[in-house]
């Protein structure tokens, strides 16, 4: 069989002979062959040569420029599992396709990406190298037991191991107890460094440092003892209640702020002695009690007193004898007393017209001819004959006064026609109430509590009904006769609303009012200009005016006939709620003496007629303002004698009367209906009231 170069057989010459040749060594036939062995492998390296510059040129021609890029700068930057890949400067060539990226530098989290390159000739990606966590080495004092927080959460109690924290803002929070929690904002540097922080806690108590005389008083902060007197002791911060008590002695309180680790040292207390306990009675029970010039409750009572001092106490109670004790306690002790009260007696004479009629009072039967003598509280008198008009009447006997008191009845004609309506109005539309005549005494009698000498008594006839206004004049009334006039504001609060009474207006501002609604009624002006001022010309006419003195005390004290009263509420104290606007509880921070046990809810002046109105039916006779009224100001002599009728007070004078309480007064002087002040300037507690015969 025939064959090939190689040996193999020659399929195209299958039946060729083959012919046995000669045995030759094989060094010898491989001589010749050696120079076509050489020549194979320079093929064969430049072959492969050639593979490799065409692969490279495939890489060169397909591959794209990608820049990787760090912030901050890698220190190492690799693409591990990237076999094709040429680094170019900062750039690299590489296949389009998903590479997986390692980057490294020392601080920072190694970062392991994939990065997905594109066809774009030109690509840039970017990475941020994360930096590794800080350490926190924190050292505190107290060392032990502090509460540490990381941005609100919590990490241990000191001491602890150095706390990991990511690098940059944290807030820090430690809190042990009875210290100032420490709090600031720290900042990690990361990188795996570890800072040092030391914080020293601030004690959150200041040492209070206390002494007494006498010494040996009990602490009591916050109503814990503490030790006693002389004494330093730790207080947390903030505001605390002290007190110091010693046997015998009053309770001394104070109100302390702390500031922490600041001592404090308090000056040295003077403890007072202790008050004595005085348990008064009457019989009979009930009576009002004064202490000095403050009202002091109703019997019984218990009354505390300073030790060692004299103390007037006095006791009163409409229909008996006024009753005074001089009382002084020891430190601590206590003391019954019981006071009898004895009852009181004044003396009415009738006038009675016709002298036949029958007259009764408290309904029993009694000879008007006699002087009658009866216990000073209110007596309803009636007076009646067939054909008259039957007269009512109350009167308060006023023990060391005789009174005498005038009735007269009409005939069913006579009272027709000298009836009056009994409200009408003004022509700005105030109301007013018809007021019948009588006679009583004006002025106090000596040791009524509060009693001022110019309330001199004096007996007074009044024989002319007038019609007196319901209420104050207030300032929308006032503004349609002056529109320009405001109220003045009394520490800031104001006194010019619509409803409020009219303020800041003299005795001639109010004279001149009244004359304005005289002309617009067509009634002649009762006040006329002299020498500068006005004055009322006499007799007084029918026209509008302010009230006389003895017409105010007459339709304020006794209402008319209904009574005598020694305040606006009746004859007690303290007032009556709802029964005016005095200085009270709502003013204490305006006025500098006030009720604290009586509120009224109004600051200054209130709108008028929101208390309660008196039996005649008029509002704020008593608190709200003060009140102008017509007489010149004066201090009567003592007088027992013949009433004086229908008085209008002295011809001349520098200051006019001013009557009732206002929204500053809170002694018992000033609430009384017999109190008397004078002025000749307006006052943001003064305003008036009209009045006007009866036609």
Sequence with gaps: MARLDDGSPDPANPDETITPIAYRPIAARAQPEQPRRRVDRRVAAIASGAVVLALMLWFTLTAVSVQIVTEPEADDIDLPRTLLKLPL?????????EHRLRAELEGYHTLEATIDVGDESSQTRRFELRKLPGRLALTTTPAEHALVLVDGNEVGETPVEPIELEPGSHLLSIGAPRYVTFEAEILIEGGGAEQDLRVDLVPAWAVVSISSTPAGATIRV????????????????????????LAGHKTWRAELVVVANTPMELPQVQLELADGLLQLRSEPAGAQVTLGSEAAGRTPVDLELASGETHVVTLFKPGYELASRRV???????????????????????????????VRIGGRSVDARKRQRLVALPQRIRVARAGYVTRNLTVTPRPGFSQRIRIELLTVEQDAKASNPRVTRAPDGQQLVLADTGSFVMGSPRGEPGRRPNETPRPVELTRAFYVGVNEVTNAEFHKFRPEHRSLPYQGKRLDGDSLPVTSVDWNDAARYCNWLSAREGRTAVYVERGG??????????GYRLATEAEWAWIARFAGGHGAFRYPWGDELPPVPGSGNYADASASKLLSRTMSAYRDGFEVAAPVGRAKANPLGLYDLGGNVAEWVQDYYTIYPAHSGTPARDPIGPADGEYRVIRGSSWKGWSVTQLRLAYRDYASEGRVDVGFRIARYAD
């Design 328 to 358: 002084t306690l020891a430190s601590g002790e206590e003391q019954a007393l019981t006071i009898r009260l004895a009852a009181r007696y004044g003396t009415i004479e009738l006038d009675v017209s016709p002298p036949d009629a029958e």
């Design 533 to 542: 001022r006005l004055v009322a010309r006499p007799p007084l006419g029918a």
């Design 222 to 245: 916050d109503e814990r003892e503490t030790g006693t007197t002389p004494a330093s002791f730790d207080v947390l911060r903030g505001e605390h209640e002290v007190e110091l008590e």
């Design 89 to 97: 400067g900062d750039r690299v060539l590489l296949r389009p396709g």
